[in-house]
């Protein structure tokens, strides 16, 4: 798919981000490089759902930097990685060969996968933040099935559409006021100087983003041929969403008190008819 300005004002972000997130505490490039034992704390808490990768051939939808990408080839997978960013896709690259990791990195358009890769794999994963920056929910699942083999699984943790309508700027702290879209809707344009790691202000700041309901989600899965296994909602985020969350002794975040009024995130697994 052609870019539009919503997807290039995107890119441009997302280019940015890149050099921020590979020197940044969060994602610790130079411990993978001095650890070839490290695993991504994502991966770590996503594999009891998404299962034993070793030995299968796997590829990451919006990989990013490839920190997840490289920590799932760690657990015996050969593992691809996709993303739009060229930035990122290059720091996948060099992370792979500075930590000796073996990982394949392409550049494509999420929609466009499937013309820039031309295989089947036994998994495809998705991993957190990734979906809200897709226009079309629909056309994603088409993309899932496309990728995957017969019998293949689909696994994606992310954060929890209801967690994207609350209305983070509010001062009177704790409140959970619904302000954004929960279903999928034209895109919202947000302005935000810090990305979710530690480090730098961005200068391209502007970023357009897309909502789409627990619903919507599953059914673009099931109408495009894969059977759900698993759907699974967490207490816990990745990272903090909404200025009065609290760190937990994991290190991810959850509402004051234990609070468990709002789903933080879900994972779904679903696997492709034989």
Same mark, same amino acid.
């Given at each position: ?81 996709? $993303?739009?960013?060229? #930035?990122?896709? @290059?720091?996948?690259? +060099? ?8 990982? !394949? /990195? ?61 209305? $983070?700027?509010?001062? #009177?702290?704790? @409140?959970?006021?619904? +302000? ?8 919202? !344009? /947000? ?65 004051? #008190? ?17």
């Amino acid at each position: 798919m052609p870019l539009d300005e919503f997807r290039k004002t995107n890119l441009d972000n997302w280019n940015e981000r890149t050099e921020i997130h590979a020197k940044s505490q969060l994602y610790d490039i130079a411990g993978y490089v001095a650890n070839p034992e490290k695993i991504s704390s994502v991966v770590q808490f996503d594999v009891p759902d998404l299962g034993d990768v070793s030995g299968k051939t796997l590829l990451h939808l919006q990989c990013h930097i490839g920190t997840d990408t490289l920590s799932l080839a760690r657990l015996g997978a050969t593992a691809t990685g996709v $993303d739009f960013s060229p #930035d990122a896709i @290059a720091t996948a690259r +060099k992370l792979s060969s500075d930590s000796g990791t073996p990982g !394949r /990195f392409e550049v494509a358009e999420l929609y466009d996968t499937p013309d820039v890769i031309d295989e089947k794999f036994d998994i495809v994963y998705t991993g957190v933040g990734a979906l809200t920056w897709l226009p079309d929910i629909a056309g994603w699942g088409k993309v899932v099935a496309t990728m995957l083999k017969p019998g293949g699984t689909f696994f994606i943790r992310d954060f929890h559409p209801m967690l994207w309508t609350i209305d $983070d700027e509010r001062e #009177d702290d704790g @409140a959970l006021v619904v +302000k954004y879209p929960y279903f999928e809707t034209p895109a919202k !344009r /947000f302005d935000s100087e810090f990305t979710y790691s530690d480090g730098d202000k961005l200068t391209n700041s502007v970023n357009y983003e897309w909502n789409h309901g627990i619903g919507e989600i599953v059914m673009a899965l099931l109408d495009n041929g894969l059977k759900l296994e698993l759907l699974r909602e967490h207490k816990e985020a990745e990272s903090q969403n909404l200025p009065w969350m609290v760190e937990t002794e994991d290190k991810r975040w959850e509402l004051p #008190d234990g609070e468990d009024r709002l789903p933080m995130m879900y994972s779904i697994r679903a696997t492709k008819s034989d």
